[in-house]
């Protein structure tokens, strides 16, 4: 079993939808969740980081976590072309000097 | 100024051959990381220095060898180059108990 799997893409959107993204993780004890966007060609990016069970919001992010389902899920609203990427997710558990990484799922935002 | 660079960008070389990639930070992190992504993307953790101490190497061939003069310097040296090591490499770094990681703009390594 994958550490990290997230929802195979790659998922397109017609601009102003929303665009939803899940992770699921396997290890119990990881405790730091992350999301990265990375454009094509480019490196990744930090968008959102949340620590406990809720939704955490950062402008048209908004980030879900539920530990006892060991998943998160990342939610773009009014999608934007420029939202168009790669968006990673990473788990991290205590004390562990590494972030585990999903494949990512591509997002494609429609004109 | 840039806060992780790494050098070169893009480096295309024979098989058999050796090459360094060279990583520096300037954001005052103490922890640093090599990940190496593959065609599909999927980013995977090679080593992690903290304070310059190796703390993680995930069973990675011993060709590759990271070395860190200093916790703002992590380079990656690698022997015998292989067609399977054509990748891109991620050099990282992030501040310990904080893990939102600054990625360096990667480089491009292609063997022929």
């Known amino acids: 079993q994958k550490e990290v799997e997230q929802n195979s893409g790659p998922l397109s959107v017609p601009e102003g939808a929303i665009a939803s993204l899940n992770c699921t993780y396997s290890d119990r004890v990881s405790q730091s969740f992350f999301w990265y966007r990375q454009y094509s060609g480019k490196s990744p990016e930090l968008i959102m980081s949340i620590y406990s069970n809720g939704d955490k919001e950062d402008g048209r992010f908004t980030a879900q976590l539920n530990k006892a389902s060991q998943y998160v899920s990342l939610l773009i609203r009014d999608s934007q072309p420029s939202d168009s990427a790669t968006y990673l997710c990473a788990v991290n558990k205590a004390a562990d000097y590494k972030l585990s990484f999903g494949a990512g799922t591509t997002v494609t935002v429609r004109a | 100024d840039t806060a992780v660079s790494q050098t070169p960008k893009y480096l295309v070389t024979q098989m058999g051959n050796d090459k360094s990639i060279k990583c520096e930070q300037n954001?005052?992190?103490?922890?640093m990381y090599w990940y190496k992504q593959d065609s599909k993307k999927f980013l995977k953790i090679m080593f992690s220095?903290?304070?310059?101490?190796?703390?993680i190497n995930e069973t990675v061939p011993n060709r590759f060898s990271p070395k860190s003069p200093d916790k703002a310097h992590l380079n990656l040296h690698i022997n015998s180059l292989e067609l399977g090591d054509s990748a891109v490499y991620f050099c990282a770094s992030s501040q310990a108990g904080e893990y939102g990681y600054t990625f360096g703009s990667g480089t491009r390594l292609t063997v022929v």
């Open positions: 220095y903290n304070n310059k101490e190796l703390i």
């Open positions: 954001l005052g992190h103490d922890t």
